[in-house]
């Protein structure tokens, strides 16, 4: 059989999408090859949270976990929901809890009208300008591609962990069965093609928006414009390119 037709014929068998049978194709050998109509330097991602729209419902992490073979098991995540209880007396001690990442949803847990905050908040690698991971990285296998997206080469990566040591936003694993580092990449086997990513299309409120923002008419400019948006852990100046609009104060 020829090695097309083996991983399409793999996709199939473990329900994967065409883009994700794409991402075996190409990701699991390292390959950073884009279709020849895709001109990198011609684009540069980002990616917008809208934290009102948030419900919690999870499907952007099972969705994640579908299209990138990320283990099923608890603790592997290229994206995660957290949910932020806060008291008003106490703010700078907010508790948070993230079951199984939000992979399953959010049980009710906390009675409406008792003066409470809550909500949800969608985290995953955010794609910085200025990447700690990608200065500590020994060998050069976690780079930054022309069009702004923090990728890692598998046929490199030596595992060392020193990347998930200095990312500040605990964006990293090693992965199980490959003993190599992995994150979110933006779904990058899909966005090189026109699409969307995994996350953002399946998210049923719209909370999450993928944007190039080297294309002035994307909507992600407008989003940026109206809205007051923050980054997470700006102290650190890592030029994140994920933004958040109504970012509460007491997320860390």
């Known amino acids: 059989m020829e090695r097309r037709a083996f991983l399409e014929a793999a996709g199939k068998v473990l329900l994967l999408t065409p883009a994700a049978a ?3 194709e190409h990701g699991l050998l390292g390959s950073t090859e884009n279709p020849p109509e895709y001109k990198q330097a011609d684009h540069w991602w980002g990616m917008a949270i809208d934290i009102g729209k948030c ?3 999870g499907n952007c992490v ?3 976990k579908t299209e990138n073979d990320v283990p099923l098991e608890p603790y592997y995540f290229r994206t995660w929901v957290e949910r932020y209880h806060v008291n008003p007396d106490d703010q700078d001690h907010p508790e948070v809890d993230s079951p199984n990442g939000g992979y399953d949803g959010f049980p009710e847990k906390y ?7 809550n909500f949800f908040v969608p985290k995953l690698c955010n794609h910085c300008a200025h990447s700690p991971c990608v200065q500590v990285c020994p060998v050069g296998a976690t780079f930054e591609s022309p069009d702004g997206v923090v990728l890692v080469d598998r046929t490199y990566c030596l595992g060392c962990r020193y990347c998930v040591q200095a990312c500040p936003y605990g964006c990293r694993y090693i992965h199980p069965e490959r003993q190599t580092v992995d994150k979110c990449s933006l779904c990058y086997h899909r966005i090189t093609k026109g699409l969307t990513t995994a996350c953002c299309e399946t998210c049923p409120t719209g ?5 190039d923002l080297k294309d002035p008419k ?3 400019h407008e989003f940026l414009r109206v809205n007051m948006v923050q980054v997470l852990k700006p102290q650190m100046a ?4 994920t933004w958040y609009a109504g970012l509460d104060g007491s997320v860390r």
């Open 22 to 24: 794409a991402a075996l």
């Open 55 to 57: 419900i919690g419902c």
């Open 62 to 64: 099972r969705a994640c």
């Open 111 to 117: 009675r409406a009208g008792d003066g409470t905050k």
């Open 207 to 211: 909370a999450r928006m993928l944007g």
């Open 218 to 220: 994307d909507p992600i």
């Open 238 to 241: 890592t030029g994140s390119k």
